[in-house]
């Protein structure tokens, strides 16, 4: 009896702080621009219960729960220094503050560990960027609310407007609708109201313009008072250089596709090679949702061991190009229908591989299968190595990758014995290794990339976008340079 009251008091007090954390939160958010994380998991308008199950979650990833008494004091240490626009892990001053010898104080720890997003060194908030959407398909709508979500501090992205085709009747409460409530991703956390006379969604006090065209080259962006804007395609319509360039029309900078780009349009994969854009490229390629997934992972097994040769096979969820039941289709198998098959389907990820890590020498071939599941893919990646190794070498390995390297926020780490795929429907991350999965011996690697192909896809096209646009800001504590 006193076990289960002590454990209650306990849960209680945790409670209690959690709580007392989300204003402390949301005030370095709105009014310095921070966002506050937890080894790479935002706690920007997260609940009290989301942040003690962040904290519980730690142990997959660290190997030991974090407690809210543990980060409090760093939180608090934060809100005491002149912080400027900054990414700030609370997790990572945990772990770092623990493996220092020093005997610095909480204060004194934090305040170095940030140093760069203080006083003289700090960067100045910028002005808000416009942001326009052409599609508002399912990853255009997944876009849009992290765009939103991000609106928060007021700088940074500002989603400014969608184009759309007018399906008719309707057609702009339909579509508020679809934002609104998703049968994956559940409901949109905020307000929304329509204003049919004005073409307007407004969306947690973001106004976006509803535009109605049929052709890119019929759009002239400044009579909505849109300037310097980011355009991110997400129909898939054109692929190559002299299509996306429709776009570049008065009031847009840069356009970029989230699909698979050709010729030579650039297929960045953020983490990997975005700091290879160059600053005057006006077109660029978010790749796919599987290469996002098998990038990151290929390149730090490379960095580590070498990579001689690799195939990757994806079970990928089905999409809104099959059908839902047998019918025409310009490809032979995606015609059948997608909840009752599983369906053999070609995949251009890992031919993709070359352009994102041009560096890597290994052939990686690649196959996909897609099955009734509606989303949330799995990658399974077989590597021949360039050197022997160990299962737990490589566990150990890919684990220090996920909390301290810079693909901490590409890649995710789990150990938990009964995870199945409905279990990352919302994650973040490109990819996340399933260590119970994970096998290794030898010179033979082979590992299972678990990915939300909607939602972590997204948030890679987000975060390319606050890069090419300068609002991407610097996370403390740094992480360790990349191997090279």
């Keep these: 009896m006193t076990a289960t009251v002590d454990s209650f008091t306990n849960w209680k007090n945790r409670e209690e702080i959690a709580e007392s954390m989300i204003p402390l939160i949301g005030k370095l958010h709105r009014e310095r621009d921070v966002t506050v994380l937890l080894h790479s998991r935002s706690l920007v308008n997260k609940s009290v219960v989301s942040i003690l199950k962040l904290h519980r979650f730690a142990r997959q990833i660290a190997g030991e729960e974090l407690s809210v008494t543990e980060t409090m004091p760093y939180l608090r240490a934060l809100t005491t220094l002149d912080l400027g626009p900054s990414q700030i892990d609370l997790g990572m001053l945990a772990a770092t503050h623990k493996a220092d010898e020093r005997g610095l104080s909480v204060e004194e720890f934090t305040a170095e560990a940030v140093a760069g997003a203080t006083g003289p060194n700090k ?17 255009g709508r997944l876009v849009a609310r992290l765009l939103i979500e991000k609106a928060g501090s007021g700088n940074g992205l500002r989603l400014r407007a969608v ?10 409460v339909k579509r508020a609708s679809l934002l609104r409530r998703d049968s994956i991703h559940g409901q949109f956390q905020g307000t929304i109201t329509v204003d049919e006379a004005d073409s307007t969604i407004v969306a947690n006090g973001n106004a976006i313009k509803v535009i109605y065209a049929d052709d890119p080259a019929s759009v002239d962006y400044t009579a909505y008072g849109i300037k310097d804007a980011i355009l991110i395609d997400n129909t898939g319509r054109w692929r190559d250089r002299e299509g996306l360039s429709n776009h570049l029309r008065p009031g847009i900078d840069r356009v970029v596709l989230t699909a698979p780009g050709k010729g030579d349009v650039p297929n960045i994969v953020h983490g990997v090679n975005h700091d290879t854009i160059k600053p005057d490229e006006r077109i660029l390629s978010c790749a796919s949702c599987t290469t996002n997934a098998i990038v990151p992972p290929l390149k730090a097994m490379d960095d580590e061991y070498g990579v001689v040769r690799g195939h990757v096979e994806t079970v990928h969820s089905f999409t809104n190009d099959q059908n839902l039941l047998d019918n025409y289709h310009k490809s032979d198998r995606r015609g059948r229908s997608a909840p009752l098959n ?39 990646l077989n590597l021949q190595l360039a050197r022997e190794t160990t299962r737990q070498d490589v566990l150990d390995h890919l684990r220090d990758v996920s909390l301290t390297s810079p693909l901490r926020r590409q890649i995710d780490f789990i150990s938990a014995p009964d995870a199945v795929s409905s279990d990352f429907i919302g994650s973040r991350h490109a990819s996340i290794i399933d260590a119970g999965a994970t096998k290794a011996e030898g010179d033979n690697a082979i590992l299972y990339l678990w990915y939300d192909n909607e939602f972590g896809y997204s948030c890679q096209v987000v975060r390319i976008v606050q890069y090419v646009s300068g609002v991407e800001y610097p996370t403390y504590p740094m992480a360790a340079p990349a191997t090279v």
């Design 163 to 172: 184009v759309v085709r007018n399906s008719g009747g309707q057609d702009l």
């Design 342 to 380: 599983m369906v053999i389907t070609e995949t251009g990820a890992a031919s993709a591989v070359a352009k994102a890590l041009p560096g890597l020498k290994a052939r990686i071939t690649g196959s996909s299968i897609r099955v009734p599941v509606p989303n949330v893919s799995i990658a399974i």
């Design 123 to 139: 960067i100045e908030r910028r002005a808000p960027r416009d942001v326009v959407l052409y599609g508002f398909g399912r990853i």
